[in-house]
């Protein structure tokens, strides 16, 4: 009986264990078949005999081989692989009268001998010790692992290049919290700059299209990465501070980043003099909420669309024709209607109320058209059939068509598609017999787009024909359905569904499930396409419509636009305090009663006393006066007098309309002292160690050059 060849052994390596593209690629392999690993196992075998010197490689260590190498080598001649029927052989280049079988169980035998081989490749050495054998045909499978250790050395020898090294660096103490500040200071310093009435705007470079030109704290943090690593990670943690803050508030993220650096930057200073860093944080954490705690008590509710225009007015940097716009916008649809915000095609900004549901999709022939102003076709009073399907046979509409001709209702079929006899059947019943028929796609694409037919369904009353996991065909269809809408207007662009029939329950429900995945997601492309739902199936839509000159100065006060309509339901959540900063100024007395537990703890308070001042007085800053002034001079005056850095003196906030919205300024403190406080304790700092793209570039020099040497044979 015929014995399968033994399988390889473990190869051993002197050479540092490294992981190449050519080991991700093969680890993926896992599910594939037997045989296909054997014609792998193979191309091993023949990569490795272009580097061995015995099968005709690297001439130039042909000489320097040691006496083993040469005396164990003395008998094999030169091999090839070849595939016969599928399976990988070994095939004898030379001539002779040995046959296949003896020179494959030759080279098997002495492929167990200790041989060593010492391959060069751009910078590389690997110590082979011993030849990689070819299993037998009979064998019924191959290991993974077993290939995977056979080709790392290899692929090392030939692809030197894309070898990634997986080392770490590590800096402990004083010299790791420095280089982390610089990055917070980079960073911060270019938000800070935006803040206030005086702020300025920060241009970025995009990798495509035109620059970015924004006042917006977050969209600057975003665009910001450092080279350095340590200062890299300084920025990051306080991108993560803008954009919490960004999610939960929508504003005031310029406000989180300059009291996480201030922060940050005093906890620094204090334990590099011996400070206890957890202590710290517990003080800095117990002033936060004494603090937060006397911003409830400073905040009024907003009552009057004034106090709106007003917020909305502050958060757009005193753009009041965005103040008035949004105040207008929740006059209509309600303070939680739904308002969305879009590029404009004019000079000015403009507000639009649609009602009903209204998609992007129009009809698929201007046949269906029965009105000739507009080009348009118009129902009332209308049954709706939608279906997931492309609809192509007439047979399967006819029952829908008798059941809405029986009832003399209009119908409107929206599928994913209507083409080739049903309609043309549609057209004809049209134009011969007015039939009052239309057809339009659905809109949206994959998952989307089921989830607005069913939107549309429940909204109307009505089923998704088709639907997986429902048995409700197109031939089946019901009366009940359908779904039924009072009024529909359908143009070569767009659908609108009016007056809707369907449940409330249903309907409310439906928005309920809406909402809570838009808290729980995190993608912003998956948010949008939810706030459009969620639009469609309210009673009212406020749209926004952002005009300008150029798509720059639309894209600049689109983030004012969409800051200022954060702040404004912020506002109406939670209430209103004093803007400019003075609002964090008034809450500075409550840290007079706490009691700290030890010294550490009283400097932690101390400094976020010292914190509480930053706002305003880089507000101050960036208007063209000194900061430290203006705030010893709020803290002079009486509580509803601060500065208004627009006009350059001391009025009334609340009677000027300088306000801010508590959850802003509540949010921005909580998530600056939690992260803050938290990079404060940092003791050591591990990041990984880039390769150098210069040495990657002389190792594949180095590769072409040893590789052009041998394989010839």
């Not at 190869?11 to 594939?32: G, N, P």
């Not at 910078?123 to 077993?146: D, H, I, K, Q």
């Amino acid at each position: 009986m015929r014995q399968p060849h033994p399988l390889p052994r473990k190869t051993a390596s002197r050479a540092i264990r490294r992981e190449t593209r050519s080991d991700v690629f093969f680890k993926r392999c896992f599910d594939l078949s037997p045989h296909f690993l054997r014609i792998v196992h193979s191309l091993t075998v023949w990569f490795t005999s272009l580097s061995l010197p015995e099968f005709g490689g690297l001439p130039s260590e042909q000489g320097k081989r040691g006496p083993e190498v040469m005396e164990a080598s003395k008998e094999l001649r030169p091999f090839s692989v070849s595939a016969s029927r599928g399976l990988p052989k070994l095939k004898p280049k030379g001539r002779g009268a040995e046959s296949r079988r003896a020179q494959q169980s030759s080279l098997y035998a002495r492929s167990r001998a200790p041989v060593r081989a010492k391959l060069s490749r751009g910078g590389a050495t690997l110590f082979v010790l011993r030849y990689l054998p070819l299993p037998s045909p009979t064998t019924e499978m191959l290991r993974l692992p077993s290939v995977l250790r056979q080709l790392r050395p290899v692929s090392r020898a030939l692809a030197p290049h894309l070898t990634r090294a997986y080392a770490k660096d590590v800096k402990f103490g004083a010299d790791a919290r420095a280089l982390m500040l610089q990055g917070v200071d980079l960073l911060a310093d270019a938000v800070a700059v935006t803040m206030g009435p005086k702020g300025r705007t920060v241009i970025i470079e995009q990798s495509w299209g035109s620059p970015k030109v924004t006042k917006d704290g977050v969209t600057v943090a975003k665009a910001i990465e450092l080279k350095d690593k340590y200062k890299n990670i300084g920025a990051r943690l306080v991108q993560d501070v803008a954009n919490n803050t960004n999610e939960e508030a929508g504003d005031g993220t310029t406000t989180a980043t300059v009291l996480a650096r201030s922060i940050a930057k005093e906890g620094f200073e204090k334990i590099s003099k011996g400070a206890n860093p957890v202590e710290i944080r517990r003080g800095v954490m117990l002033a936060v909420e004494a603090i937060i705690n006397e911003l409830k008590k400073l905040s009024k509710p907003v009552t009057t669309p004034e106090e709106i225009a007003q917020v909305a007015t502050i958060s757009a940097n005193g753009d009041k024709e965005i103040g008035n716009i949004i105040s207008d916008a929740m006059k209509k649809v309600g303070r939680k209607g739904v308002i969305t915000v879009k590029d404009g095609k004019t000079l000015n900004d403009e507000l639009e109320i649609i009602e009903g549901m209204k998609f992007d999709r129009g009809y698929i022939s201007p046949y269906f058209i029965n009105t000739a102003k507009g080009q348009k076709c118009e129902f009332q009073d209308a049954y709706l059939l939608i279906s997931e399907k492309k609809i192509s046979s007439v047979q399967s509409i006819v029952p829908a068509l008798e059941i809405a001709n029986n009832h003399r209702k209009p119908l409107i079929i929206i599928a994913e598609d209507v083409d080739g006899e049903a309609l043309s059947t549609l057209v004809l019943n049209r134009l011969k017999v007015g039939l009052q028929v239309v057809a339009v796609k659905a809109p949206g694409f994959g998952d989307n787009r089921k989830n607005q037919l069913k939107d549309m369904a429940i909204a109307t009353g009505g089923a998704v024909l088709g639907e997986e996991g429902l048995t409700i065909n197109l031939e089946d269809v019901q009366p009940h359905d359908f779904g039924k809408v009072g009024e529909v207007i359908v143009t070569k662009d767009d659908c609108l569904l009016l007056k809707g029939k369907g449940d409330k329950a249903q309907i409310e429900k439906r928005i309920q499930e809406i909402i809570e995945q838009l808290e729980t997601t995190t993608s912003e492309y998956e948010k949008e396409k939810l706030n459009e739902r969620l639009a469609k199936l309210s009673d009212g839509v406020a749209v926004l419509k952002v005009g300008g000159t150029s798509d720059v100065e639309v894209n600049e006060k689109k983030d004012r636009v969409n800051d200022a309509l954060n702040a404004t339901r912020a506002a109406v959540e939670e209430g209103i305090v004093l803007g400019g900063g003075c609002a964090l100024l008034r809450c500075i007395p409550a840290l007079d009663v706490l009691i700290p537990a030890n010294e550490d703890q009283k400097t932690g308070i101390e400094i976020v006393r010292r914190t509480l001042k930053i706002p305003a007085m880089t507000i101050a800053k960036n208007a063209g006066v000194e900061g430290s002034l203006i705030v010893e001079k709020i803290m002079q005056s009486p509580p509803d007098v601060g500065y208004d850095a627009m006009l350059g003196d001391f009025v009334n906030m609340i009677e000027k309309g300088i306000i801010d919205p508590t959850k802003v300024v509540r949010t921005a403190l909580m998530d600056a002292a939690g992260v803050a406080s938290l990079l404060s304790t940092a003791e050591a700092v591990v990041t990984e160690i880039p390769k150098e793209e210069k040495d990657a570039a002389a190792a594949a020099m180095g590769g072409m050059g040893g590789g052009m040497g041998g394989g010839m044979f």
